[in-house]
């Protein structure tokens, strides 16, 4: 006998929780992308202008698409931040795809929306990250970017943060 679970979200606007963003996707194709060299961050989030990610991309790869597309983005990488926070930034066409939030840390907050991990302890520990990003596109030729930042640094010149063996995988 199978038993079946069924999860019930409620959406209550009373609280201000924005409709999640939900798509499906028929006929998956699978693009992947590795970067297994080391890359320090360049800029530091929390440096005037505050919220800026790196310009260049940590991984990058491009899709077409036929029609609209349900687009999902799986990102995992051993990152090491050196002093206070790592932020990450999973974007299509140059707009942040659903599943980030605002870094709370700073005053003013930046509107920039990233996902964030803190380093906890002096000792600058390696861990691994993930995180899955989801969009719906349009037709047509897609660029996909996840950038990154360190934050929040004492150290002058930005290398707050050191990412290796990422990994990004498109489906769509």
Not at 88 to 104: C, E, K, L, T, Y
Not at 137 to 145: A, D, K, S, Y
């Amino acid at each position: 006998m199978t038993k079946r679970m069924t999860i019930v979200m409620l959406i209550l606007p009373a609280l201000g929780l924005a409709q999640p963003t939900e798509c499906e996707g028929v006929n998956v194709r699978v693009k992947a992308v590795a970067r297994n060299s080391p890359q320090w961050s360049t800029v530091d989030f929390a440096n005037i202008p505050f919220g800026q990610l790196d310009p260049t991309p940590l991984l990058q790869t491009e899709f077409r698409s036929t029609g609209s597309t349900c687009v999902v983005v799986h990102f995992s990488a051993q990152a090491d931040p050196q002093d206070n926070h790592i932020l990450f930034q999973a974007s299509i066409d140059n707009v942040p795809m659903s599943g980030h939030a605002q870094f709370p840390y700073l005053t003013p907050a930046p509107a920039t929306p990233v996902v964030w991990d803190p380093e906890e302890s002096n000792f600058n520990l390696s861990r691994m990250l993930s995180y899955t990003f989801v969009a719906v596109v349009g037709p047509g030729q897609h660029t996909v970017r996840i950038r990154f930042a360190g934050c929040c640094s004492s150290v002058p010149g930005g290398n707050s943060a050191l990412v290796r063996n990422a990994v990004m995988s498109v489906h769509f």
